[in-house]
């Protein structure tokens, strides 16, 4: 929700502060920036010391943060308020999900994800409204300050409610933090994201990007290298031996890459080329988020009983089916009934696929390890995200290039209708691609075992 309303806001923001599009968005980017980079170490930090604690000390950062952007002066001190808030998002996101599959039993875990799918589909749908509402009643603030009695709820509720899951924890023996581990994939993490999100705009071939990349590469090699021989590792890289969780982080992240994407460039093509507002943007949008609300649940309460595959497969199917229509269907004024349609069926294939797939993942692993992988699955999503949308941004501009045209999408409009609708039939097809392969990973990874859901 929070996501969704502060978009609609950054207009305003943009125009209060006096500044310019390039600066106001880093109020949504640093806080993105720092939940990808502290997922990881949140997730295992609750394993270590409860979910509980750090999801409540979470809640209080965010909290704050929130009340402080309220009273910004500045541009400057809002974005630094922003990264307050995303690291508290980071200590949420990373142990909300663990804490929902640990009140499950096993036989029950499908049901759990499916239930937490449909609350995030609901903020998609209530974010955007309820930001554009705010806004036009009041002013930029209130999309921040909206946040502080929902928290102070959400804070009072978790004392009263939620166990401490003592019993989920690691061992005392393993009770050691990875500082360096953090570190490291912090490092990688946030660099990998800074280029996959600018590299288009200062161009793949600059020094900048390849210094980046360079940076990326060390970084990671050497978390590697220290994970494998730290005692108590902050992400146990021998999980990913494990098929199901080898395959299904991998099938995940191919799930949220191929879709991504078409809901970051189908509003350009259609306020700017069928000329619709962007409140009428926001509520085509609506429909695909409903979908996801009520496929989520239904796919992880069939797959309790059915197992994985055949669900996992259907939605990723159905993802590919929706990219391919739009590479076939797309042109300079394709029905909007249709383009709404289509996402529809992308957030159907989203809605089938995830509850089963983190199902299967969670399956492979012991409850000690529950919060780490949570944040697993959550970074899975976030940075797939990114680079989808990073990929086909950079398919999009490279044709419009190609086609004579200058490089960027600030300058869609009908006189360059042609390469841009050429670009976006690339780059579906690309993602439609990928969520191909995700098809056959779902398929290969197999169907669960009921005498050993551990294996």
Known sequence: ???????????????????????????????????????????????????KQVYMIGFSIYVASAALCCISPNIVLLICFRIGQGIGSAMIQSNAMAMVISAFGDNERGKALGSNMSVVGSGFIVGPALGGLLVSVLDWRAVFFINVPVGLIAILVSVLVLNSNKNDQAPVSDKRFDWLGAILSGCALLVLLLVVGNGSKIGWSSPVVFLGIVLFLASTVFFIFWELRYPAPMLELRLFKKRLVALGVTAGWLSFFGISAARFLLPFYLQKLIGLTPGQVGLLLIPAAVCMIIFGPISGRLSDKFGWRNLTMGGMALSSAASFVLVATLSENTSVVLIAAMLMVQSMGTGLFNSPNNSSIFSAVERSDFGVMSAVTQLVRNSANVTSVALATSIV????????????????????????????????????????????????????TVASPKS
Request: aromatic share 12%.
């Open 397 to 448: 501009v490279t044709v419009m290039a190609f086609q004579g045209y200058e490089p960027s999408l600030d300058v869609v409009s009908p006189q360059v209708a042609g390469a841009f609708v050429d670009g976006l039939k690339l780059a579906f097809f690309v993602l439609g691609c990928f969520t191909v392969v995700g098809f056959v990973i779902a398929f290969v990874r197999g169907e669960r």
């Open 1 to 51: 929700m929070d996501m969704g309303s502060i978009q609609v806001a950054l207009p305003v923001i943009e125009s209060y502060f006096e500044t310019d599009l390039s600066t106001v968005q880093w109020v949504v980017v640093a806080y993105a920036l720092a939940i990808c980079v502290l997922l990881l170490p949140m997730g295992r930090l609750g394993d270590l010391i409860g979910r």
